[in-house]
């Protein structure tokens, strides 16, 4: 029975990505717009293979990934110390809490210019922007999720002899897990988007960037096959790395799989 | 027995009321109270393994009100008794507990184990909660070791003695489990493995029972009272179920409902090993039931007259 449902479910996938596909295909081939306006598959697959085959996009890729892993795990190191400051602080709860939520509106490459100034035309900005990206999301999910988290916690972390860094390693933060691995993956995928954005701006190397020179050589193949690259490249992330967490969480805490 | 209660100066003596027996050859069936003996003049004195010296505690509900919570509690307790707490909810004698483990710091008053003032948390105080507190995110075995860890046990001691204690609550097989593939009572039982594994001089037991079924509950009490004479540690026993209580305790201390004092201490002199059933716990239970009631009652119409209860501002944070 079980193998029937998944069955069933790749199936439906197969039929509607093969719709999609057709759609894509059938549209390109009424040739209604130009192809320099909206390529074939068949020019996004070649623009794919001699991205690759030159290894143009392998090194996007590796400079892109790099960033992100970098700018990512900064905001989650800070974004956990200042969400359990806000959350275990009443006076930083009442004045930092609502300068967070307001500046979580603020997009991040809103900070751009100022990285500039401050970092100069170089990774470092793009770092900066990568951060303000998703360091509020990871803040936030801290703080909410220090709230939520039972509080007999960390009084029997207390009562077992456990204190300052220790407290927060072994008891603070599992207990926390649960409850900001959604926040965790909303920060990544803002990371992920800052990023780009970032490199689109900038001769960066990275994935923004090959995207921009597509779009320079006027070559929509390959503006589309970069698209394609960095939708996959979210979509394995969260599907491997975040899916994976939320999966051994459940099954060590025993909650029922979210589906 | 009634050293104990000798301390206590704010309680009168008549309101020790010690619980004896009934004599084989008494037909009459009922409790003999006997009156208050004073014990002769000890050579050494004693220090009490756990000291309450007039302590306080005020809360701030969550409508601003002040609220005294503890009403200047005087206790003592020797080293290797079984005391037992009962007392209507909303006593504070959970709060009690806390304040001993350091937790959270009385309002006014002192705490002293062994003599020493109590200025936080302690591994040699460890409390059981009622839901248990266990690590969701550990194994079983993890969850008995964290405590050594936390102290910096070295691996191969640490190993040793989760064997041990997971034997001592027979539970030696699930080491490699987590908390949620267990039943209720072998949770409770890994949380007594994992307080003993710390060694602590005093357990501190919130109500542990009281989510348990009957069977289950009458078990964990023989283990208890096992695991407690084998290690010979105090304990303080929380729980508002007056016949667990003297089940269990060589003395009940009776709390009033808001502000918590200290009501009647009872000295329970009823040969172990006890059972829940036994006719002479029961008469015993029934004595001290008919001073809860009227705590129960004061509790009762607190209840109706404010319409809803004042919520209690869980003051302990991590």
Known sequence: MKTNQIMKRAARYVIFYAALFGLWTLLAELKIWPPYLFPTPWGVAEALYAGFKDHTYWIAMRVSMERVLIGYSISVVLGMILGLGVASNKFLEQTMGGLLVSLQSLPSICWWPLALLWFGLNQNAILFVVIMGSLLSVTLAMEDGRKQMPKIFGMAGRNLGAKGFKLFWYVLLPACLPFIVSGLKQGWAFAWRSLITAEMLYLSLGLGQVLMMGRDLNDMSAVVAVMILIIAIGYIIDGVVFKGMERHLQNKWGLAPAT | ?318
Request: aromatic fraction near 6%.
């Open chain 2, 1 to 318: 027995m009634n050293a104990s209660a000798q301390h206590i100066p704010t309680e009168l003596p008549n309101s020790v009321q010690p619980f004896r027996p009934t004599p084989p050859g008494n037909s009459g069936g009922k409790v003999v109270a006997l009156p208050l003996e004073l014990p002769a003049p000890r050579a050494l004195p004693v220090i009490a393994k756990v000291g309450l010296r007039e302590i306080c505690l005020r809360y701030r509900t969550h409508t601003g009100d002040r609220l005294l919570a503890l009403d200047r509690i005087n206790l003592e307790v020797k080293a290797g008794e079984f005391l037992c707490v009962v007392g209507p909810s909303g006593c504070g004698k959970s709060t009690l507990l806390h304040l001993i483990a350091g937790l959270q710091p009385p309002t006014s008053g002192q705490i002293l184990v062994d003599g020493n003032p109590v200025e936080g948390p302690g591994t040699d105080r460890i409390m059981i909660f009622q839901e248990h507190g266990l690590f969701p995110w550990l194994t079983v075995g993890q969850n008995v070791e964290f405590g050594m860890k936390m102290k910096g046990v070295g691996r191969a001691e640490r190993e040793e003695k989760t064997r041990y204690y997971l034997r001592l609550v027979h539970l030696a097989k699930f080491e490699k489990s987590y908390i949620h593939q267990l039943s209720g009572g072998m949770r409770q039982r890994v949380a007594i493995a994992r307080a003993l594994a710390t060694e602590p001089d005093v357990l501190l037991m919130d109500e542990p029972f009281g989510a348990l079924d009957a069977q289950t509950r009458d078990l964990l009490h023989d283990e208890l009272e096992r695991i407690w004479s084998d290690t010979g540690c105090t304990i303080i026993f929380v729980t508002h179920n007056v016949r667990e209580a003297v089940r269990l305790g060589d003395r009940v201390v009776l709390l009033t409902f808001r502000p918590g004092r200290v009501k009647t201490e009872f000295p329970v002199d009823l040969p172990r090993p006890r059972h829940l059933e036994d006719p002479a716990v029961a008469r015993a239970a029934g004595q001290i039931l008919v001073q809860l009631r009227d705590e129960i009652n004061r509790s009762l119409e607190a209840e109706y007259a404010e319409g809803v209860k004042p919520r209690i501002e869980p003051g302990v944070e991590a």
